[in-house]
């Protein structure tokens, strides 16, 4: 069965542009467009796509309330959502991501990361691209340093290595073949780490992993 999409963009170009790219895959349809935030909860709540792209910017309501409405904690039957921003909007992604965002993208990050973003959250996985996420998730997490003193939850060598291998932007398959287990063992740790952090998806785990300073270079 097919992706079904829907994209929410206040220009009419970048919209066309996202479908065009999406349309290409044999596995993906775009069922439906929205012109601003307002629209674009309406138009999620209706159709109930697999995947939503929204722009972080838009009228009305702007990206962070369509991601809170759509993903954000307590949502019944959360939808997926996708971030589509700049990196100077750092302040927003942030902000979206504790609201439930699974996946975020540069504009000109290209055709093979947007489809690549748009199949890991239909597999309930995240984005989290070393080339473009973690660039965001070190700068808007660079003054969020833990307090001292305070104490972090308990978790086995093993499930640090799974963090740090989130945070740099592994996914389950890769974490696997680098730490040398299977992919139902990665599955297992991940679920173990989301109950010691409170952490609701694996986007989440990395931006805490970058706030207390647990990856290389944060």
Request: charged fraction near 25%; hydrophobic fraction near 45%; aromatic fraction near 4%.
């Amino acid at each position: 069965m097919s992706i079904r999409v829907l994209i929410a963009d206040d220009q009419a170009m970048i919209r066309g542009g996202l479908r065009l790219i999406l349309e290409d895959q044999p596995d993906i349809t775009v069922v439906g467009e929205a012109r601003d935030g307002v629209e674009a909860v309406a138009e999620a709540r209706r159709l109930r796509p697999d995947v939503c792209l929204v722009d972080i910017r838009m009228p009305r309501v702007d990206g962070i309330e369509v991601t809170r409405a759509l993903a954000g904690p307590g949502t019944p039957r959360p939808l997926r959502v996708i971030v589509v921003t700049t990196f100077d909007l750092d302040e927003y992604v942030y902000g979206a991501l504790r609201n439930g965002a699974v996946g975020f993208l540069l504009k000109d990050a290209g055709p093979a990361l947007l489809v690549e973003a748009v199949r890991a959250a239909h597999n309930g996985d995240a984005l989290v691209s070393p080339s473009v996420t973690l660039r965001l998730l070190k700068h808007v997490t660079a003054a969020a340093r833990p307090a001292s003193g305070r104490s972090l939850p308990r978790l086995s060598a093993r499930e640090m290595e799974v963090v740090r291998a989130i945070a740099r932007g592994r996914t389950n398959q890769e974490i696997a073949g680098e730490l040398f287990i299977s992919l139902s063992t990665v599955k297992s740790h991940l679920s173990g780490i989301q109950t010691k952090l409170g952490a609701r998806n694996r986007v989440e785990i990395a931006a805490w992993a970058w706030e207390n300073r647990l990856v290389e270079g944060a």
